[in-house]
T-cell receptor, first 114, second 113 residues
Framework: NAGVMQNPRHLVRRRGQEARLRCSPM?????VYWYRQLPEEGLKFMVY????????ESGMPKERFSAEFPKEGPSILRIQQVVRGDSAAYFC????????????FGPGTRLTVT | LAKTTQPISMDSYEGQEVNITCSHN???????ITWYQQFPSQGPRFIIQ???TKVTNEVASLFIPADRKSSTLSLPRVSLSDTAVYYC??????????????FGAGTRLAVHP
């Protein structure tokens, strides 16, 4: 059973470009969380999604950031018009229904904005 | 969610037992205590979770006193591969059907030969 998959592992974008981060949850998991981690800091919650629904996006910046988890395919975190401050590691986690306390994290995508 | 306080860093040597204490004075009745481990360039990994008294699994033990205002993660006989950041989290995992994890800065454990 493959773990949570994220791609790309490293992404370099110039200021103003768009970044698309993908996350495939573990098989059987229908809940996806996105977190952001700045250097030397803990992870910060961004958004929680279920298939085709955004349940909680309270941690996501109101502008330029969006997330989706379509019926088919991976969850996507999209950052438009990236700025240097968006440089961070973005982690996706998934959990099975009814076991939200134990989240399985992917390896992360390290975004560098130049 | 209850705020947690834990040491910024700790040092240990191979073969020793390591105890990392976390304070959570404002823990609520429905809150559980969960510990995650994070290696460099990797996502966090669930270690253990408990509500009260003692919980033990193949990786660690978690000690929670009766007042639940603190907890201690115990790692028996650490090895170099236990060098990581350890996060203590407190929250109600069943509230709203999902669990928005709140990470602090964690404790950086360095295990030396």
């Amino acid at each position: 059973n493959a773990g949570v998959m994220q791609n790309p592992r490293h992404l370099v974008r110039r200021r103003g470009q768009e970044a698309r981060l993908r996350c495939s949850p573990m098989k059987g998991h229908s809940h996806v969380y996105w977190y952001r981690q700045l250097p030397e800091e803990g992870l910060k919650f961004m958004v929680y999604l279920q298939k085709e629904n955004i349940i909680d996006e309270s941690g996501m910046p109101k502008e330029r950031f969006s997330a989706e988890f379509p019926k088919e395919g991976p969850s996507i975190l999209r950052i438009q018009q990236v700025v240097r401050g968006d440089s961070a590691a973005y982690f996706c986690a998934s959990s099975p229904p009814g076991q939200a306390y134990e989240q399985y994290f992917g390896p992360g995508t390290r975004l560098t904005v130049t | 969610l209850a705020k947690t306080t834990q040491p910024i860093s700790m040092d240990s040597y191979e073969g020793q037992e390591v105890n990392i204490t976390c304070s959570h004075n404002n823990i609520a009745t429905n809150d559980y205590i969960t510990w995650y481990q994070q290696f460099p360039s990797q996502g966090p990994r669930f270690i253990i979770q408990g509500y009260k008294t003692k919980v033990t699994n193949e990786v660690a033990s978690l000690f929670i006193p009766a007042d639940r205002k603190s907890s201690t993660l115990s790692l028996p006989r650490v090895s170099l591969s236990d060098t990581a950041v350890y996060y203590c989290l407190v929250g109600d995992p069943f509230s709203g059907g999902y669990n928005k994890l709140i990470f602090g800065a964690g404790t950086r454990l360095a295990v030396h030969p």
